[in-house]
């Protein structure tokens, strides 16, 4: 049967298996200029797996009071949303490397982000208004959701524009703010042809001037958060365009790691946020030819699984996290656990509902809908977005 297959060896039907049709804006342009396909980088996509769960991780501490020893990587996982920005910019570089129709450009983002953000929004209001319910027929006051232009101002992705005073699905945020980022990056890659060290030189010291007067926490969803993401979204832009020649495996792994404990450091010593970004970017640098000991390992099948995926994990998991929680805990005392099992089995369970959740939501919306929206046949990967 089907479901007794692991999650990491399922294969969509109608989906071709080879790495190179795995994005569909390098296909059409391949396919045009009678060119051959860009490969996946497949690491980024096992990276962006692991970033999304760091994400959930982030979003469960605030559900106990006990937490594990490893949970306090999680106390600042906000930034991995940082690491989705770099990767974003890198990826549609070089997706977009060679040629951007903006008409297909804008359509391919839209398809590719819009219908699971409505779908994980409308989710989250039928679950909210459910548990709602419930606290009504037990003799509860109700969760106080805030005035409807919150909820529609979301719907149309612009709470990262704009103040709410009740924000629903708290990650698309970071959708919100990479819409922006779309509208520019068409503006941005004809200017970086004509003007290449104008412009590349004025962006480099625009981030650097954010990341400089930011100050300590880049734990920013509304007011600055675009130019956070922009920040993120440039540099990713930048390091596609000075990107060298393919390292040695031996070099590869030696940055890989060093950026892995630096992150690590960084998410665990009192620092600046803005101290990992260089972590991240090299990271991404280090990774982008699938070479070198953390890159394979990105690379493998039940990691880059994850990765494809990272955005039903990322859109998902609130409304998901949200509804185990709420039955977990007014049923766990019941059995009387001690407090670290308990911790344990809870956030197995979430992770694993969570994944099991954005299997289904991969499957049945997010594939389906591109399809319909692309106007294409299911033939193809889609290049996801850096949530």
């Given at each position: 049967?089907r479901w007794?297959?692991?999650?990491?060896?399922?294969?969509?039907?109608?989906?071709?298996?080879?790495?190179t049709?795995?994005?569909?804006?390098?296909a059409a342009?391949?396919?045009?200029?009678?060119?051959?396909l860009?490969?996946?980088?497949?690491?980024?996509?096992?990276?962006?797996?692991?970033a999304a769960?760091?994400?959930?991780?982030y979003?469960?501490?605030?559900?106990a009071?006990?937490k594990?020893?490893?949970?306090?990587?999680?106390?600042?996982?906000y930034?991995?949303v940082?690491l989705?920005?770099?990767?974003?910019?890198?990826?549609l570089?070089?997706?977009?490397?060679?040629?951007i129709?903006?008409?297909?450009f804008?359509?391919?983002r839209?398809?590719?982000i819009?219908?699971?953000?409505?779908?994980a929004l409308l989710?989250?209001?039928?679950?909210?208004?459910?548990?709602?319910?419930?606290?009504?027929?037990?003799?509860?006051a109700?969760?106080?959701?805030?005035?409807?232009s919150?909820w529609f101002?979301?719907?149309?992705?612009?709470?990262a524009w704009?103040p709410?005073v009740?924000?629903?699905?708290k990650?698309?945020?970071?959708?919100?703010?990479?819409?922006?980022?779309?509208?520019?990056?068409?503006?941005v890659?004809?200017a970086?042809?004509?003007?290449?060290?104008?412009?590349?030189?004025?962006?480099?010291?625009?981030?650097?001037?954010?990341?400089v007067?930011?100050g300590?926490?880049l734990?920013?969803?509304?007011g600055?958060?675009?130019?956070?993401?922009?920040?993120?979204?440039g540099?990713?832009?930048l390091l596609?365009?000075?990107?060298?020649?393919p390292?040695?495996?031996?070099?590869?792994?030696?940055i890989?790691?060093?950026a892995?404990?630096?992150?690590?450091?960084?998410?665990?010593?009192?620092?600046?946020?803005p101290?990992i970004?260089?972590?991240?970017?090299?990271l991404?640098?280090?990774?982008w030819?699938?070479?070198?000991?953390?890159?394979?390992m990105?690379?493998?099948?039940?990691?880059h699984?994850?990765?494809?995926?990272?955005?039903s994990?990322y859109?998902?998991?609130y409304a998901?996290?949200?509804l185990?929680?709420?039955?977990?805990?007014r049923?766990?005392?019941?059995i009387?656990?001690?407090?670290?099992?308990?911790?344990?089995?809870?956030?197995?369970?979430?992770?694993?509902?969570v994944?099991?959740v954005?299997?289904?939501?991969?499957?049945?919306?997010?594939?389906?809908?591109?399809d319909l929206?692309r106007?294409?046949?299911?033939?193809?990967?889609?290049?996801?977005?850096?949530?």
């Amino acid at each position: 049967m089907r479901w007794r297959v692991p999650f990491w060896q399922r294969r969509e039907p109608g989906i071709v298996a080879c790495a190179t049709a795995h994005y569909p804006e390098a296909a059409a342009r391949g396919a045009r200029q009678g060119t051959s396909l860009q490969n996946e980088i497949r690491s980024h996509t096992g990276l962006r797996g692991v970033a999304a769960l760091c994400v959930v991780g982030y979003h469960q501490q605030f559900m106990a009071g006990y937490k594990l020893p490893f949970e306090a990587l999680f106390h600042r996982a906000y930034l991995m949303v940082d690491l989705f920005f770099v990767l974003s910019g890198f990826v549609l570089s070089y997706v977009y490397s060679q040629k951007i129709d903006v008409r297909s450009f804008y359509r391919a983002r839209f398809a590719r982000i819009y219908p699971l953000h409505v779908f994980a929004l409308l989710t989250l209001t039928v679950v909210t208004f459910g548990l709602n319910a419930l606290r009504i027929l037990k003799g509860h006051a109700p969760d106080d959701l805030g005035p409807f232009s919150d909820w529609f101002e979301q719907l149309v992705l612009l709470n990262a524009w704009l103040p709410a005073v009740f924000e629903w699905n708290k990650p698309s945020w970071s959708i919100s703010a990479e819409a922006f980022a779309y509208l520019l990056f068409p503006l941005v890659m004809v200017a970086l042809a004509r003007w290449p060290r104008a412009v590349a030189g004025s962006m480099l010291a625009g981030v650097l001037l954010f990341y400089v007067l930011i100050g300590t926490s880049l734990d920013i969803s509304v007011g600055l958060a675009i130019l956070r993401c922009l920040a993120g979204f440039g540099l990713g832009m930048l390091l596609f365009r000075w990107r060298q020649t393919p390292l040695p495996d031996a070099s590869a792994s030696a940055i890989q790691l060093a950026a892995l404990a630096w992150i690590v450091a960084v998410l665990l010593l009192p620092v600046r946020d803005p101290l990992i970004i260089p972590a991240f970017v090299g990271l991404v640098f280090a990774t982008w030819r699938d070479k070198g000991l953390l890159a394979k390992m990105l690379a493998a099948r039940p990691v880059h699984r994850l990765g494809e995926l990272s955005y039903s994990i990322y859109l998902m998991h609130y409304a998901v996290g949200g509804l185990v929680g709420f039955a977990w805990f007014r049923t766990i005392h019941m059995i009387g656990l001690p407090v670290v099992i308990e911790r344990c089995l809870f956030l197995a369970c979430v992770l694993a509902t969570v994944i099991q959740v954005s299997a289904w939501t991969y499957r049945y919306v997010e594939r389906p809908f591109q399809d319909l929206l692309r106007g294409r046949s299911r033939k193809v990967e889609v290049a996801a977005p850096a949530p």
